[in-house]
């Protein structure tokens, strides 16, 4: 059987969006992912920019309403969108939830029955979807950044804080940036990791750079009208954390926009040129 | 009651993204809608830009696809998404077939029972739901044009030549060009206005130009892999049509493009900028 099935190739702006599925080690399960190759692949492997989605979002979900292809076309950028979770894992509980379970892998490996086997999410993305990325895409893994938005903001920021020099850049919109303070954060940590708080800190964006990691200089965009800001995404606990350690933060608050992608679509050309500056240099 | 029930409304390139429902008269049911106002609209009236999905396609499908948004935006054109047909309507064959019937209400008003209550897109978009778009929103209804996909570019380009003066600009993407000819639209045109051929070609584009009737210059892209170009749209019919008649048509044939939304959003740019200056002048 071939390594990767391509389920759907779609010429975008010059480029090709597609999705694809692979047999994942990692989760034990099939996996897929989106990659939109702007046209200037065609010449060689070009930088990547890893988009990591929401809650209840799969791989089609960024790739179909952020509006980032014309400009990775643009930059020059490979954009990959991984799904948010395994799928169809036989696991009942896992599809019972909205915001655990199915669709909601916060980037993460469980450890705690009956997530551990598959919702391997951490290793899938830092380990395993790279090297088939390389072995089948024209890309640069040496080249990537990461963009995340609402768990898949905690998933940008945690996993660049985890994996110092991995990703050269970072940005979120609306990211769960403390989810061991935040009812949905609470709710992930507790059923995938247990009880013990350590383990929960060790993926909280917040108390990692309380506890002296170091991630590039971070590009975060938050919607004032976001009906979860003060409850799951909290956002003054970034900036206070990275005030006190001394890492680079720019944190945008926009006016009347809320959670959604056509908040993210408004503001995403520059995270894109954000990434595309950082990853050329 | 109100005449006009708010469901969502998102900040949206500074503008607003809303989504809208009201007591249709025409349709003898609850309408759906969606408008964006840019922001441009808080200074006063802008002009208008009726975009027409496609089958299976309901109000918010263009909204979130298409990127229309940014170029709207930046041009000062309000955008209007209607939902392809009634819904609800309690007729259980009409959501049988994905390509007729709830989703696929061809932008006219059908005669055949039982489609005859309620599917009647033409008076809808042509009479009721423009007066009440006068009544609700910052725009002008004296300066619309209409653009459409696929069934929609069926139906911007019927509506135009149907309805002389009411569009000063129009374009389509994919559109069937010859319903009268092709599966989709005779199946369609059976069903709702039964076997009347003559009927049928009042509804057909090129039958239309064959016939005199006359519309603004058209601007039509067509992707080549588009899966449908031979079957379902035909656009060389429209192109010979055209040129019998002397009316003016830009047909882009764009080579590696197929028929969904990664297409329209490649080229959205060109034809938010054609209304615009259309409607401007």
Redesign the interface.
């Known amino acids: 059987m071939a390594e990767l099935t391509t389920l759907e190739e779609?010429?975008?702006?010059?480029g090709v969006?597609g999705f694809y599925e692979h047999a994942s080690e990692a989760a034990g399960l099939p996996m897929r992912f989106g990659v939109y190759l702007p046209p200037q692949a065609r010449e060689g492997p070009q930088p990547v920019l890893l988009c990591l989605a929401g809650l209840t979002c799969n791989e089609q979900t960024f790739a179909?309403?952020a509006?980032a292809?014309?400009h990775a076309a643009r930059h020059g950028l490979v954009l990959v969108t991984p799904d948010t979770s395994p799928r169809n894992t036989g696991i009942a509980e896992a599809d019972a939830d909205w915001d655990f379970g199915t669709g909601a892998g916060f980037y993460l490996d469980a450890t705690r029955e009956p997530y551990a086997q598959h919702w391997r999410m951490e290793s899938w993305l830092m380990e395993e979807l790279p090297a088939l990325l390389q072995r089948h895409f024209p890309l640069r893994t040496d080249r990537i950044g990461v963009l995340g938005h609402s768990m898949g903001g905690h998933g940008a920021l945690t996993l660049a804080l985890r994996h110092p020099g991995r990703f050269r850049t970072v940005s979120a919109f609306a990211p769960i940036a403390a989810p061991t303070e935040v009812p949905w954060g609470q709710k992930a940590l507790r059923g995938y990791l247990g009880e013990d708080r350590a383990a929960w800190a060790a993926h909280d964006a917040v108390k990692l750079i309380e506890g002296g990691a170091k991630a590039p200089p971070l590009l975060v965009d938050q919607?004032e009208?976001d009906p979860f800001l003060a409850t799951q995404l909290r956002p003054e606990r970034l900036e206070q954390a990275c005030a006190a350690a001394g890492q680079p933060l720019e944190l945008r608050r926009?006016a009347?926009?809320?959670h959604?992608?056509?908040?993210i679509?408004?503001f995403i050309a520059d995270h894109v040129e954000h990434h595309a500056r950082g990853l050329a240099a």
């Open positions: 779609h010429r975008c702006f010059d969006q179909i309403k509006g292809q014309q919607g009208e926009h009347g926009y809320d959604g992608y056509f908040f679509q408004s």
